[in-house]
């Protein structure tokens, strides 16, 4: 465990809380501890530096007090403040975004997922190489003869290397791309709607796609984890119930001010959240944070372009203790408590027109049956003197020629067995 120290600029100390605990938890995902905090309450960082000077100050001895080895700040720092404050205390320092890519960089497996954050942390890297590269320049420019060369060379090789790098990277993914998106064809062909699990990072969105899978689908489980970002890449399975089926997509979770950097390089990962029918929000309902965490999400969905779709709240992790105030549906991934609503109610979004009906079909109108056959699920569920009794699944106008047949309609959208 590294030690560091967490510091940060707020313009209302009070508003600090959240953040904290949330950079903290992730400074606990890069295996570091944190040992102090230092804030300021300041309208905006200090352009140069931050902190004023008398912060910088506390921050230095802090530094030599703790004997803390890199200082962490809550929020994005620009390049050239960064270098000054880790100039004025002696360690390394890093600003929010610089912190999540270094968890996401440890937790990419796949291939695509190292591409992706690998392009994130150059774009990030970028301005700063560019920089140094144009002041080399400059000062070569405005130097005597002879320290021209050396020094505007090896950084306009650097930041050469780095375009070519990220360019060689962008062919690779698409590549990829191309290929998952000839996948993704195959699977809009067998026309299953989608659903994207979406939610704050570690709130239970793997374990409830596993717990779906118990519902008696088939599917290799998803690996979910105590870990901030344990899932970067996305899968999917298809979730077969009694009641009907759909398409489920488990991906990357979210955390405020996600860096636009890994927003753009995991556009391709984050598809499955804009194109899917429906988002189902995993909200983690023991978490006293929960609120706060609920509103990062949703901003985050807007962020990444899928403002528009539609989404269902669920809050999971019913069987740790639930916050008394909520009131939506709840469920547990561990127990299967509340899995068999939420699946309904996941129909009832996904089909908002279907319906099952009951009905006895006299032998003489077995033709209307069969012309139904290929647009409405039928079950025969007796045989008796006066006809057929059935159950009839399809869309409420469809099903309207056997409404004189009808003896009851079930609850909107549970489809039948079968
Ligand atoms: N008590 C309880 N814990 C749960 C439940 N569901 C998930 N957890 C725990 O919550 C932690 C995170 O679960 P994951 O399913 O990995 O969460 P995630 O949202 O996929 O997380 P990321 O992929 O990191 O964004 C794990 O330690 C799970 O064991 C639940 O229903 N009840
Ligand atoms: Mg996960």
């Known amino acids: 465990m590294k030690q560091v120290i967490l510091a940060g600029v707020f313009s209302r100390l009070s508003e600090a809380e959240p953040v904290l605990a949330e950079t903290e938890a992730l400074c606990r995902a890069a295996e570091m501890e944190v040992v102090c905090t230092v804030l300021q309450q300041l309208n905006r960082p200090d352009a140069a530096a931050v902190f004023g000077r008398g912060k910088l100050q ?42 999540i890519l270094q968890i996401f960089s440890r937790r990419a497996r796949s291939r695509q997922a190292k591409l992706q954050v690998e ?81 704050y990072t570690n709130a239970g969105k793997s374990s409830l796609m596993n717990a779906f899978l118990t519902l008696g689908s088939h599917g290799r489980e998803v690996t979910a984890e105590d870990r901030l970002f344990e899932t970067l890449d996305t899968s999917v399975r298809r979730i077969r119930t009694g009641s009907g089926e759909f398409l489920l997509y488990d991906t990357v979770g979210f955390v405020s001010n996600l860096p636009h950097e890994l927003i753009e390089a995991f556009h391709t990962t984050l ?31 807007k962020a990444i372009g899928a403002g528009e779709v539609p989404v269902l709240r669920v809050f999971t992790k019913a069987d740790a203790g639930i916050d008394p105030d909520i009131t939506g549906l709840s469920v547990s991934a561990f127990t299967g408590a509340g899995m068999a609503e939420l699946t309904e109610e996941i129909l009832r979004r996904l089909y908002p027109d279907e319906t099952t009906v009951t009905c006895l ?58």
């Open 271 to 301: 598809a499955s959240v804009r194109e899917a029918d429906l988002v189902l929000h995993v909200i983690d309902g023991s978490d006293p944070q929960w609120q706060y965490r609920a509103e990062v999400t949703e901003e985050t969905l």
């Open 361 to 418: 079909v006299p032998y003489d109108k077995m033709a209307l049956v069969e012309t139904y056959r290929k647009i409405a699920r039928i079950r025969l569920l007796e045989n008796t003197e006066a006809g057929q009794r059935l159950q009839l699944q399809g869309s409420r106008v469809l099903l309207k020629p056997f409404e004189q047949y009808m003896e009851r309609e079930e609850h909107e959208n549970s489809m039948g067995k079968g």
């Open 58 to 99: 506390e921050l230095t001895a802090a530094v030599k007090e703790t004997e803390a080895e890199m200082v962490v700040f809550a929020h994005p720092v620009s390049l050239s403040a960064a270098e000054h404050v880790a100039e004025a205390c002696g360690v390394e320092v890093i600003d929010r975004t610089a912190l």
């Open 119 to 199: 392009a994130a942390r150059l774009a990030y890297a970028l301005p700063g190489v560019i920089r140094q590269s144009d002041e080399a320049e400059t000062h070569a420019r405005g130097g005597s003869f002879s320290n021209r060369g050396a020094g505007e060379m090896r950084s306009s090789l650097i930041r050469r290397r780095y375009q070519n790098r990220i360019r060689q990277l962008k062919d690779e993914l698409k590549k990829i791309e191309s290929r998952q998106s000839s996948l993704e064809n195959r699977r809009t062909r067998t026309r299953l709607k989608r659903v994207a699990l979406a939610g």
